[in-house]
T-cell receptor, first 115, second 108 residues
Framework: DTGVSQNPRHKITKRGQNVTFRCDPI?????LYWYRQTLGQGPEFLTY????????KSRLLSDRFSAERPKGSFSTLEIQRTEQGDSAMYLC?????????????FGSGTQLSVL | DAKTTQPTSMDCAEGRAANLPCNHS???????VYWYRQIHSQGPQYIIH???NNETNEMASLIITEDRKSSTLILPHATLRDTAVYYC?????????FGIGTKLQVIP
């Protein structure tokens, strides 16, 4: 169990540029979540996958955001035409969903700064 | 998911027990109580969860009231490394929704 891995750890970009983040979940986990966190706030849910299917997207996720999990393993989160308000920590989590409860295992996050 | 209410911040002396309360009066019968913590600049870390009975693991104990409307996370001997934001969450299945949590400061 190598844990949830996120790359890059830090990303600095200029407004208007596109960025892509990658998440590698724990290998046997079938669920993968993306969260966004700003300073002083708890993580905000963005979207989640069960295997390769994207099951839910938050209203926070504008059309500029897209997430994929093509083979049910790693996932990418792309932000197009970045804005300064996109500056945040982007967290990925994975879980082995059970029938009634689940524990999430988080990566260390990708800190995005939009200049 | 049911909402939770936690104090914004708490202090605890090193070596003493830290008792972190959480109110979840609208919890439904099949929803679990989960606790996570987040140390600065890291992702949240799962601590413990329970449904009705009290639970204990190597990190903490979870005490859930009989009516399930509140719970307490207990760190039996707090250390400086326990300084973190602690999140109480109720839910069962699918997405986990975080609040602001309790910022616990362990004081030497």
């Amino acid at each position: 169990d190598t844990g949830v891995s996120q790359n890059p750890r830090h990303k600095i970009t200029k407004r208007g540029q596109n960025v892509t983040f990658r998440c590698d979940p724990i290998s046997e986990h079938n669920r993968l979540y993306w969260y966004r966190q700003t300073l002083g706030q708890g993580p905000e849910f963005l979207t989640y996958f069960q295997n390769e299917a994207q099951l839910e997207k938050s209203r926070l996720l504008s059309d500029r955001f897209s997430a994929e999990r093509p083979k049910g393993s790693f996932s990418t989160l792309e932000i197009q035409r970045t804005e300064q308000g996109d500056s945040a920590m982007y967290l990925c989590a994975s879980s082995l969903a059970a029938a009634t409860n689940e524990k999430l295992f988080f990566g260390s996050g990708t800190q995005l700064s939009v200049l | 998911d049911a909402k939770t209410t936690q104090p914004t911040s708490m202090d605890c002396a090193e070596g003493r027990a830290a008792n972190l309360p959480c109110n979840h009066s609208t919890i439904s019968g099949n929803e679990y109580v989960y606790w996570y913590r987040q140390i600065h600049s890291q992702g949240p870390q799962y601590i413990i969860h329970g449904l009705k009975n009290n639970e204990t693991n190597e990190m903490a104990s979870l005490i859930i009231t009989e009516d399930r409307k509140s719970s307490t996370l207990i760190l039996p001997h707090a250390t400086l490394r326990d300084t973190a934001v602690y999140y109480c969450i109720v839910g069962g299945y699918q997405k986990v929704t975080f609040g602001i949590g309790t910022k616990l400061q362990v004081i030497p």
